[in-house]
């Protein structure tokens, strides 16, 4: 599902434990570390994707989880030219994302890789709130730090 100026609606989560630290985790078959999200699908609302999606790459549920909050409207990156794909149906520019602020409920012995068919990460940690900015990948760093900064009022809340 891509919009009318080819971005591709999706959910991001950051994860949080009890010190306010983010989970933060290493891509299958590269090197690059992001925090989990996908792609909403047709059909579907946002909270469901988010669930979906946490599951689906992080191997928690719903009641493993709290809510804290989420971000206001979309944020949006765009993917550099040279990563886009330029066959098939899945061609866009760029994504479109509501964030959403977890804070993890049970242990970090919940936290599955390995339930998908085909996992999104290989090894995860947690590591300082704001400590993404300065690994994550160009393109997206604009959108860490605008979704960083909406929700890191409703820390430790």
């Known amino acids: 599902m891509i919009d009318h100026d080819g971005y591709r609606p999706n959910v991001g989560i950051i994860l949080t434990n009890a010190e306010d630290q983010v989970f933060w985790a290493r891509r299958c078959r590269c090197d690059g570390w992001q925090f ?12 469901e994707a988010l669930y979906r999606e946490l599951y689906e790459e992080v191997g928690l549920q719903k ?6 909050g989420r971000t206001q409207g979309w944020l949006r990156y765009d993917i550099p030219r040279q990563l886009r794909r330029t066959t098939g149906p899945r061609r866009f520019k760029g994504q479109k994302q509501v964030w959403f602020l977890l804070r993890l409920r049970g242990l970090d012995s919940d936290v599955r890789l ?3 068919s ?6 995860w940690q947690w590591i300082e709130y704001w400590s993404p900015l300065e690994s994550i ?7 860490y730090q605008l979704a960083l900064t909406e929700l890191a009022p409703l820390l430790g809340r």
Request: aromatic residues 6%; negative net charge.
């Open 36 to 47: 989990p999200q996908g792609g909403i699908h047709h059909e579907e609302t946002v909270e």
């Open 63 to 68: 009641g493993q989880v709290e809510v804290k």
């Open 114 to 116: 390995d339930l998908s």
């Open 118 to 123: 085909s996992p999104e990460f290989d090894a």
């Open 137 to 143: 990948v160009p393109f997206k760093r604009e959108v």
